[in-house]
């Protein structure tokens, strides 16, 4: 476990590190970068660099929490690589379908074996589902997981590296829409963000924009989220039109509204 500064979950927790890289979103993959980071200052958990590694010994680690948390499950790692036995993956299902206090965030860029076994996993009403999507060549992602058992499925569009215009959100609940950030930062466009945003507003899904990733894609130069003393600061700032979109799909007495 180890606390997020992630705008949209609270803790992470890494049953699986280390991935490849599949598609235009993975080129400046923030993970690979941790690892090596991680991997020089001797961490054990990383001493196989961003090789795939299952650790069965974190499996467990949910149980200690003793407060309800929100957590993003495999921000090192993609749960549903194809190197990831399904055994492994049950056995994190079972620990998330035995501690329904928290939300967990399961994202994937592998949304083609999602769908392969979803059906052989345990969807209880705690465990939000999601898939990355970087540009309109990669949106078959989202037909894909809408096919899923999940109560809660969102996008995350981050990073956003070019226009998407066709987008089915049929059973999706929630859209993340970010841009990249980092030395290499490709950049992303307001037009780009709009179209999700209106999208999204006359489905009536929430939105959730987390940031423009540099303050140079930025529009605004003088937003003040740019500052990294700004209560809601995030990288490059995140207004738009001087609002600030950080919507919540929303829970009631266990049912998601």
């Known amino acids: 476990m180890a606390q997020s500064n992630i705008e949209w979950t609270e803790l992470t927790w890494n049953p699986v590190t280390g991935c490849n890289k599949i598609s235009p979103g993975c080129k400046n993959c923030y993970a690979e970068v941790m690892t090596r980071r991680l991997q020089f200052m001797g961490v054990e958990k990383y001493a196989g660099g961003f090789a795939l590694r299952t650790h069965l010994d974190t499996l467990n680690a949910p149980f200690s929490w003793k407060k309800p948390k929100v957590v993003f499950v495999n921000s090192m790692s993609d749960l549903f690589h194809v190197d990831v036995p399904l055994d492994f993956i049950k056995a994190v299902f079972s620990v998330m379908n035995q501690t329904p206090q928290h939300i967990y965030q399961v994202l994937t860029k592998r949304s083609e074996r999602l769908l392969e076994i979803a059906s052989e996993l345990t969807w209880t009403d705690n465990i939000w589902m999601g898939v990355s999507v970087e540009n309109q060549a990669y949106a078959y992602r989202i037909p894909e997981l809408a096919k899923t058992q999940a109560k809660?499925?969102?996008?995350?569009?981050?990073?956003?590296?070019?226009?998407?215009?066709?987008?089915?959100?049929?059973?999706?609940?929630?859209?993340?829409?970010g841009g990249e950030s980092g030395h290499k930062a490709r950049p992303i466009k307001r037009a780009w963000i709009n179209t999700i945003k209106d999208t999204c507003e006359n489905e009536r899904i929430p939105f959730f924009f987390k940031q423009w990733g540099k303050a140079k894609f930025n529009e605004n130069p003088n937003d003040p989220t740019i500052d990294a003393k700004h209560p809601q600061h995030a990288k490059g700032g995140c207004e738009l039109d001087g609002k600030i979109y950080r919507e919540m799909p929303r829970v009631r007495s266990g049912a998601f509204l």
């Open 152 to 177: 809660i499925k969102f996008l995350s569009i981050e990073p956003l590296i070019d226009e998407l215009t066709q987008m089915d959100l049929t059973g999706i609940n929630w859209v993340i829409v």
